[in-house]
């Protein structure tokens, strides 16, 4: 049931569609030449209409019943995905389509969520269909809420999945098991069967990563994805639009081969892709792909380049009626600009590079790669904040290669209902083009500069960039703006000089020093900047039962979001795994000039770093002990610690504790310190401006004594949420509470980033 503000805003909505519509329709009979923006603004305030009702929550819907335990019934409507872990465990993970929940009564619900489960074996599946029984926990999509990170929550929803049920090793009761004819079942079976084949006549990785280049999936070595990012040619491990350019344009050259009708290949065509996309199971993003596939083409064949354009606004508008999250959507963004790159840029390189004589495949490969890099440009560094200079070779090399190599598994696929025995041959060749085509990928990393940092852009960055080449495009828009400088020169001259002045502020204007508290869930990250863009990270994050990297997927991506390519020190609070998980990533990618830890054994930072005992990075550690200390800029950095090492128990109570000084403002930095260890520093000065909680905010840390000793005006608590522990605790958040002093958490936060001149200090945090 609406609530009464999105009742009136409806309303209002409505109102203004219905106005804009009669003036629209007004202006249009009178033939007024900007019209148009009418229309604009209507799609627009459709467009607002459209979100409200796609983002409204009903009261039924799954979300609402937020880490609660329940027993839930629901429709399976995926096959399985599956992951088995280095013990042994399958990891199952299904879309169910809730349709009750039961607590003390039972409820009717809405809304799809992820269940996961654990199973010792693969015995007793649920498939498509089946009505399923099983008690667990709801719990919210969760997403590292830090910036230029796809957002899962989002994604999720996009496909009308709300939420996680987690029911671990619990059983899945299957209610009814459907008879009904499922496709989507009856694909996956043939992929299923088609990969056993492909096991039995190539390595496994191989098939692994033959087989998501043409269905889908990312079950793929990691070395090798990072290869294929590093050169700009990630996006052909997946099913995308390339796919579907790359299928039509061999369907119809090979029509133009067999001199079939223009009209019939056509609708051959159309089968084939639709055919195509059941088989990789129709999901959201295959269709999409399918969609802006098939419009490359089409743009391509089309003689008339406008009737191109306005096909791809249509279709984009289309789509974002349909769901405004998309506008969102890192896949969208991709596809769409990297197909408006091929509509509207690629025919003019196309007759620039023409002049050079060159032969038309290498002129078709350079028109399109470059086009298609120049409008997905601010999107690409945006989220990857980095530029493949290798992209244009590995486009020329690789992709060549391995588009011959998906066209190969397609005929195999097709052959092997037929004749089993060439498809074992084809295989073979597509496993040999393979193993050509990663070698390659692996040498074009290693050429200088195959990857540059490129820091990503702001919004009105992105809104001049892509104004430009509307500019540069549109002959009338250039004589326009052309003629207009020249009769208003004298205001042209003001507002250059203006910007240039402003240009010149803001490059001398004196940077603060920032303070960066990085969402890593349940661990400890602390990135510091200084004025003069020195580095220091404290802490990593990371996870103490998984398998995540969150060194190469949290931190390493939130370093390049804010230019920093190297770090003047990593300091360790402990070797736990939540606080120093990450750094082995970080020593790996990065440089590091110093590395602090605490003097524990070095054999738990080996395991922690994955680095031998003899290495030389660990061997030049540098062990934080009393009074250690160094100085950044203005900047004074100390450490203040118990040395007293009979009175150490725990790792947590090893925690170095560091001061910031920066003039009158300072941060103290604490670890997991339990209160036992607190003591030895009341005698110390630790009073400060910000306090980062010791320990998560877990009640065994930060007592009263110590906190009114440091009195902090702002306290920092890292926190994952849904946290197995308790944190933080309801007595630490009720003592820190009797002092004037600011909470804010990770958890409900995000990012936390705290700007600093010396004397004041202000902040904000990435969800508001």
């Given at each position: 049931?609406?609530?009464?503000?999105i009742?009136?805003s409806?309303t209002?909505?409505?109102c203004?569609?219905?106005?804009n519509?009669?003036l629209?329709?007004?202006?249009?009979l009178?033939?007024y030449k900007?019209?148009f923006?009418?229309y604009?603004?209507?799609?627009f305030?459709?467009?607002?209409m459209?979100y409200?009702?796609?983002?409204?929550?009903a009261?039924?819907n799954?979300?609402?019943?937020?880490n609660?335990?329940?027993?839930?019934?629901?429709?399976?409507?995926?096959?399985p995905?599956?992951?088995?872990?280095s013990?042994?465990i399958?990891?199952?993970?299904y879309?169910v389509?809730?349709k009750?929940?039961?607590?003390?009564?039972?409820k009717t619900?809405?809304?799809?969520?992820?269940?996961?489960?654990?199973?010792k074996?693969l015995?007793n599946?649920?498939k498509?269909?089946?009505?399923i029984s099983a008690?667990g926990?709801?719990?919210?999509?969760?997403?590292?809420?830090?910036p230029?990170?796809?957002?899962?929550?989002?994604?999720?929803?996009?496909?009308?999945?709300?939420a996680?049920f987690?029911i671990?090793?619990?059983n899945?009761k299957?209610l009814?098991t459907?008879?009904?004819?499922?496709l989507?079942e009856?694909?996956?079976q043939?992929?299923?069967?088609f990969?056993?084949?492909m096991?039995q006549?190539?390595p496994?990785?191989?098939?692994?990563?033959?087989?998501?280049?043409?269905?889908?999936?990312y079950?793929?070595?990691?070395?090798?994805?990072?290869a294929y990012s590093?050169t700009?040619?990630i996006?052909?491990?997946?099913?995308?639009?390339?796919?579907?350019s790359l299928?039509?344009?061999f369907?119809l050259?090979?029509?133009k081969?067999?001199h079939?009708p223009?009209?019939?290949?056509?609708?051959?065509?159309?089968?084939?892709?639709?055919?195509?996309t059941?088989?990789?199971?129709?999901?959201?993003?295959v269709m999409?792909?399918?969609?802006?596939g098939?419009?490359?083409i089409?743009?391509?064949?089309?003689?008339?380049?406008?009737?191109?354009?306005?096909?791809?606004?249509?279709?984009?508008?289309?789509?974002?009626l349909?769901?405004?999250?998309?506008?969102?959507?890192?896949?969208?963004?991709l596809s769409?600009a990297?197909?408006?790159?091929?509509?509207y840029l690629m025919?003019?390189?196309?007759s620039?590079?023409?002049?050079l004589?060159?032969?038309?495949?290498l002129i078709?490969?350079?028109?399109?790669?470059?086009?298609?890099?120049i409008?997905?440009?601010?999107?690409?560094i945006w989220?990857?904040?980095?530029?493949s200079l290798s992209?244009l070779?590995?486009?020329l090399?690789?992709?060549?290669?391995?588009e011959i190599?998906?066209?190969?598994?397609?005929i195999?696929?097709?052959l092997?209902?037929?004749?089993?025995?060439?498809t074992?041959?084809?295989?073979?060749f597509a496993?040999l083009?393979?193993s050509?085509s990663?070698e390659a990928?692996?040498l074009?990393?290693?050429?200088?500069?195959?990857?540059?940092y490129?820091?990503?852009?702001?919004?009105?960055?992105?809104?001049?960039?892509?104004?430009l080449?509307?500019?540069?495009?549109?002959?009338?828009?250039?004589?326009y703006?052309?003629l207009?400088?020249?009769?208003?020169k004298?205001i042209?001259?003001?507002?250059?000089?203006?910007?240039?002045?402003?240009?010149?502020?803001?490059?001398?204007?004196?940077s603060?020093?920032?303070?960066?508290?990085?969402?890593?869930?349940?661990?400890d990250?602390c990135?510091?900047?200084?004025?003069h863009?020195?580095?220091i990270?404290?802490?990593?994050?990371?996870?103490?039962?998984?398998?995540?990297?969150?060194?190469?997927?949290v931190?390493l991506?939130?370093?390049?979001?804010?230019?920093?390519?190297?770090?003047?020190?990593?300091?360790?609070?402990h070797?736990?795994?939540?606080h120093?998980?990450?750094?082995?990533s970080?020593?790996?990618?990065?440089p590091?000039?110093?590395?602090?830890?605490?003097?524990e054994?070095?054999?738990l930072?080996a395991?922690?770093?994955?680095?031998p005992?003899n290495?030389p990075l660990?061997a030049?550690a540098?062990v934080?002990k009393?009074?250690t200390a160094?100085?950044l800029?203005d900047i004074?950095?100390?450490?203040l610690?118990?040395d007293?090492?009979?009175?150490?128990k725990?790792s947590?109570?090893s925690s170095n504790?560091?001061k910031?000084?920066?003039?009158?403002?300072?941060v103290?930095?604490?670890?997991?310190?339990?209160?036992?260890q607190?003591k030895?520093?009341?005698?110390?000065?630790?009073?400060?401006?910000?306090?980062k909680?010791?320990?998560h905010g877990?009640?065994?840390?930060?007592?009263?004594?110590?906190?009114?000793?440091?009195r902090?005006q702002?306290a920092?608590?890292?926190?994952g949420?849904?946290?197995?522990?308790?944190?933080?605790?309801?007595?630490?958040l009720?003592?820190?509470?009797n002092?004037?002093?600011k909470?804010?958490?990770?958890?409900e936060k995000?990012?936390?980033?705290?700007y600093?001149?010396?004397?004041?200090?202000?902040?904000?945090?990435?969800?508001?």
């Amino acid at each position: 049931m609406k609530t009464p503000e999105i009742s009136k805003s409806y309303t209002h909505l409505f109102c203004l569609i219905i106005v804009n519509l009669i003036l629209a329709f007004y202006f249009t009979l009178r033939k007024y030449k900007l019209t148009f923006l009418l229309y604009l603004i209507l799609f627009f305030l459709l467009g607002v209409m459209r979100y409200l009702s796609f983002t409204f929550i009903a009261d039924d819907n799954i979300k609402n019943y937020d880490n609660q335990e329940v027993t839930l019934t629901g429709i399976i409507c995926q096959m399985p995905k599956i992951r088995q872990d280095s013990a042994g465990i399958y990891h199952l993970t299904y879309v169910v389509d809730t349709k009750s929940i039961k607590q003390k009564e039972e409820k009717t619900t809405t809304g799809k969520v992820y269940l996961y489960q654990k199973q010792k074996n693969l015995d007793n599946l649920a498939k498509i269909n089946d009505t399923i029984s099983a008690t667990g926990t709801i719990r919210l999509i969760q997403n590292y809420h830090n910036p230029n990170l796809i957002d899962r929550e989002l994604s999720a929803q996009e496909e009308g999945i709300y939420a996680t049920f987690s029911i671990g090793k619990q059983n899945l009761k299957i209610l009814n098991t459907s008879d009904k004819f499922s496709l989507q079942e009856f694909c996956y079976q043939i992929e299923q069967s088609f990969l056993q084949s492909m096991y039995q006549t190539m390595p496994e990785n191989d098939a692994n990563m033959i087989f998501a280049m043409l269905f889908g999936g990312y079950n793929i070595e990691k070395d090798i994805l990072e290869a294929y990012s590093i050169t700009g040619i990630i996006h052909i491990l997946s099913v995308s639009g390339s796919h579907i350019s790359l299928i039509s344009l061999f369907l119809l050259s090979l029509g133009k081969f067999l001199h079939l009708p223009r009209f019939f290949n056509l609708i051959l065509l159309l089968i084939l892709i639709i055919f195509y996309t059941i088989l990789c199971g129709a999901s959201v993003p295959v269709m999409r792909a399918s969609i802006m596939g098939l419009l490359s083409i089409i743009a391509l064949y089309l003689e008339e380049k406008s009737t191109a354009q306005h096909l791809l606004s249509i279709i984009a508008l289309i789509l974002l009626l349909f769901n405004p999250l998309l506008l969102f959507n890192i896949s969208f963004q991709l596809s769409f600009a990297s197909t408006a790159g091929l509509v509207y840029l690629m025919p003019i390189l196309r007759s620039k590079l023409n002049k050079l004589k060159l032969p038309s495949l290498l002129i078709d490969n350079l028109a399109l790669t470059m086009s298609a890099q120049i409008f997905a440009f601010p999107i690409i560094i945006w989220y990857f904040t980095s530029l493949s200079l290798s992209s244009l070779l590995a486009n020329l090399i690789i992709i060549p290669l391995l588009e011959i190599l998906i066209i190969l598994g397609l005929i195999a696929f097709i052959l092997g209902f037929i004749f089993p025995f060439i498809t074992k041959i084809l295989f073979i060749f597509a496993s040999l083009i393979l193993s050509i085509s990663n070698e390659a990928t692996f040498l074009l990393t290693k050429i200088p500069f195959a990857s540059i940092y490129v820091p990503p852009l702001d919004f009105p960055a992105i809104l001049i960039y892509y104004s430009l080449i509307f500019i540069t495009l549109n002959i009338k828009i250039r004589k326009y703006l052309y003629l207009l400088l020249q009769k208003y020169k004298f205001i042209t001259y003001i507002c250059s000089i203006s910007l240039i002045i402003f240009s010149c502020y803001f490059m001398i204007k004196p940077s603060p020093l920032q303070i960066h508290f990085i969402d890593v869930g349940q661990g400890d990250a602390c990135l510091i900047i200084t004025p003069h863009q020195h580095s220091i990270l404290i802490d990593t994050g990371g996870s103490i039962n998984s398998d995540f990297d969150i060194g190469s997927y949290v931190d390493l991506p939130y370093l390049h979001h804010y230019g920093i390519n190297k770090l003047d020190y990593l300091i360790l609070s402990h070797a736990d795994a939540d606080h120093s998980g990450g750094a082995s990533s970080i020593l790996q990618k990065i440089p590091v000039n110093h590395l602090i830890i605490t003097d524990e054994d070095k054999d738990l930072y080996a395991k922690i770093l994955k680095l031998p005992l003899n290495n030389p990075l660990l061997a030049k550690a540098i062990v934080a002990k009393e009074n250690t200390a160094f100085n950044l800029e203005d900047i004074h950095f100390q450490f203040l610690q118990n040395d007293e090492k009979e009175n150490l128990k725990s790792s947590n109570d090893s925690s170095n504790v560091l001061k910031l000084t920066y003039h009158n403002f300072s941060v103290l930095f604490t670890g997991d310190l339990p209160q036992t260890q607190e003591k030895y520093l009341l005698n110390k000065n630790i009073a400060s401006t910000i306090l980062k909680v010791a320990h998560h905010g877990s009640k065994t840390s930060s007592s009263q004594e110590f906190l009114e000793h440091v009195r902090p005006q702002l306290a920092i608590i890292s926190v994952g949420k849904y946290n197995s522990f308790g944190h933080p605790s309801k007595e630490v958040l009720d003592r820190l509470n009797n002092l004037p002093t600011k909470i804010l958490r990770t958890d409900e936060k995000g990012a936390i980033i705290i700007y600093t001149d010396g004397y004041n200090f202000s902040f904000k945090t990435f969800l508001n």
